[in-house]
């Protein structure tokens, strides 16, 4: 008999989010495990959509989960004014809803997965087994973990170790379990097909709103004409502004393809030699992230270029990343040369895959 998994987000789907792609990622292969998953979420803009086969198109993958899109009667995303009150006002009240339809005596034995700060709150009353993956800080999430820390049935999932050392309390059951990589996407690479010095970054172009930074690294491209550098990502707006700028300078080895699908940025990856890890100073970027696109550049061979901050210095496989200092354009151009004057060390990807990443949830449900 399967297991009946509940994956409750205020995400919404399809979207061009990390995010978005790192929850399908992870349902898929709960659904390889033999379970049945259920995921909820709000239908609250113009491009959301309930129907799996559009979520499938948008995520490359074919296994089947029940997806339930709710309607979003709620003011976030209508109006232009107040938006982060209304955020967090529409958050709760659609969590609320939501979370209505679950009971110990319907849903004992299920399992409960989710990023929603009030979808923890409201089910964790209710005794269902539940986990909270914690991607990054807030004092709203604090409260809500002294609310819920003393309960058995909740348990937490940190990205890293930074994260959880950032609250106060913390639930008693928890799990530092980074990201992973859909394996299957990364089979039989071509190593012939491998471009000499192709350097790849994936990624949304804007981080919480903000830019990357990414132009204040062109410059170091003209006086590197041995090597490439391709940008695959969104928004239209900022892949055009960046696209502006590489014409005004007049590099021909630097190229901004943009958003592409899944597949044509998995093979982009697999063609390149190097991946590049670059982000805005802010908190979050320093110490919480675990960059999915990290694991995918490791699935593929890359040597990884990446700025030295605590949260990549806690990623594994050390030796294949060559670190440069943020905003200091000399110490990047010196680690491109360092990382071309290595070879890529072999790793055992199947440690960091999405399939051995789900057992250990599984796992930490039954325990």
Known sequence: MKKILHYITYQTFPADTANSLQTISNLKYFVKNNYEVNLYFPLREKNSSKELENIQKKYNFNEIINVFGSSHPYPFG??????RFFYHL??????????????DMKNKGDY?????DWVLYFLSKKNLNIIFECHQYSKLRNYIFKKVSRLNNVKIIYLNEL???EFNTTPQKSLILASGVDKELFQNIPKN??????????????RFGKQRNLEKIFSVFQNLEEFSLTII??????????????RELNLSNVTIRGRLSRQETINEILSSSYGLLINSDDKHSRLFTS??????????NLKVIAVNFPSHNLLPEQSNIYYFENDD???LKQSIYRASENRFIDVDIEKYSLNNRVKQIINFFNH
């Open 112 to 116: 409960f997965l989710t990023r929603s």
């Open 90 to 103: 529409s958050h709760f009240l659609w969590a609320r809803k939501i979370s209505n339809n679950f009971t």
């Open 329 to 331: 354009l000399d110490s």
């Open 78 to 83: 209508k109006l232009p004014f107040f938006d």
């Open 163 to 165: 994260i959880k050392k």
């Open 291 to 300: 960059p999915l696109k990290y694991f995918e550049y490791l699935a593929a």
């Open 233 to 246: 990502g969104g928004p239209v707006s900022e892949s055009d502004r960046l696209k502006n700028i590489v």
């Open 193 to 206: 097909k491998k471009i000499e010095n192709k350097i790849v970054f994936v990624g949304n172009l804007l």
